[in-house]
């Protein structure tokens, strides 16, 4: 789920410490400088599909492990309707986690465990974390 920021702007990732846009503004891009819309379409003409685990949930605040009540999106008709999903990348352990917990996925289908890029996942640096997701979503 968004953070309180990204809810209340209406925008994935829209925390400024969080280093999503930075990563896929070096590796399309698609960083800071660009309208959301922008980011959005250079994502999508690179086939990258942005979206969220859960469709609603209960959390106080922004922190993953505070989430209650979770209710995935619908990922039996996103897969329907897109059949040529390869793999499936998420934003860190929780989501990873959430999706396993809750979602069915296709048995063709990789699903890849990234370094989070949230301001509270401070393990790995931004060249650690980039390195990774570049691996990911540049093979």
């Known amino acids: 789920m968004p953070g309180a920021m990204s809810l209340e702007r209406?925008?994935?990732?829209?925390?400024?410490?969080?280093a999503f846009w930075d990563i896929v503004g070096a590796?399309?891009?698609?960083?800071?400088?660009k309208p959301y819309a922008t980011r959005a379409k250079i994502l999508k003409a690179n086939g990258i599909a942005l979206w969220d685990?859960?469709?609603a949930c209960v959390r106080p605040g922004s922190l993953d492990a505070d989430i209650r009540d979770a209710e995935p999106n619908d990922f039996a008709a996103f897969?329907?309707?897109?059949?040529?999903?390869e793999r499936i990348a998420f934003n860190g352990g929780a989501a990873a986690k959430?999706?396993?917990r809750h979602v069915e996925a296709p048995l063709d289908i990789?699903?890849?465990?990234?370094?989070?890029?949230s301001p509270a996942h401070a393990a790995r640096s931004f060249k650690e974390k980039c390195a990774a997701?570049?691996?990911a979503l540049k093979p």
């Open 98 to 100: 959430l999706f396993r």
């Open 79 to 85: 897969f329907a309707e897109h059949r040529h999903v």
């Open 10 to 18: 209406a925008e994935y990732y829209a925390h400024p410490r969080n």
């Open 110 to 117: 990789s699903l890849i465990q990234l370094p989070s890029t």
């Open 27 to 33: 590796l399309f891009e698609a960083g800071r400088d």
């Open 53 to 55: 685990v859960l469709d």
């Open 133 to 135: 997701w570049r691996r």
